[in-house]
């Protein structure tokens, strides 16, 4: 069978979807440069195109090939990531250029570093995941692969299990855009 991140590379890469841990929640993710697969992620979590999406890399630097950041915003970045925070950045070009739309389409776009292996490993294998929590539009977060199983089922191509389990706590917003770090959204 081989093992998580194989598995869902091979998935990802395919155009596939997956759930896997992070350090805070579990994640539903698709590669966010795969337009068609970002677009299956919506319908089958129910959500709105027009809401943001926020993307999963695998490290800090490869969050700044993504964003534009300032100083302050660099020095955060650098001193809190990877962690639970997802920040709110300008686009790069890049970003812009790459990116589904959904993603990286307005004035600003959310990225993560988890501090989780699994979920560090998938985003350096293939590229950036769009990855939101594993859960039905308006419902809670899933707690674990089973109740995954149970929203999504045969929607999703791979369930990956792999230790530490995730906190349960959503990550906290960061806006960078400005002057100094601003909290957006607390756990």
Do not use: C, Q
Request: charged share 25%; hydrophobic share 40%; glycine share 8%.
């Amino acid at each position: 069978m081989g093992r998580p991140e194989e598995i869902g590379a091979r998935v990802l890469l395919a155009g596939g979807l997956v759930v896997h841990p992070t350090d805070t929640l579990f994640a539903l993710a698709a590669r966010a440069s795969d337009r068609a697969a970002v677009d299956r992620l919506l319908r089958v979590k129910g959500r709105h195109p027009g809401r943001p999406l926020s993307v999963a890399v695998s490290s800090v630097e490869e969050l700044e090939r993504w964003a534009t950041l300032g100083r302050t915003a660099r020095r955060f970045v650098r001193d809190e990531l990877p962690g639970p925070y997802t920040i709110l950045a300008r686009p790069s070009a890049e970003a812009r250029r790459r990116l589904a739309r959904e993603v990286a389409g307005g004035s600003r776009i959310g990225l993560r570093v988890p501090a989780h292996r699994l979920a560090r490993e998938l985003a350096r294998r293939v590229g950036p995941l769009v990855a939101t929590s594993a859960n039905a539009s308006g419902t809670p977060p899933v707690r674990d692969l089973v109740e995954a199983r149970r929203v999504f089922g045969p929607r999703v191509a791979a369930y990956l299990s792999t230790s530490p389990s995730p906190t349960g706590t959503p990550s906290v917003l960061i806006d960078v855009t400005g002057p100094r770090p601003r909290e957006v959204r607390r756990r």
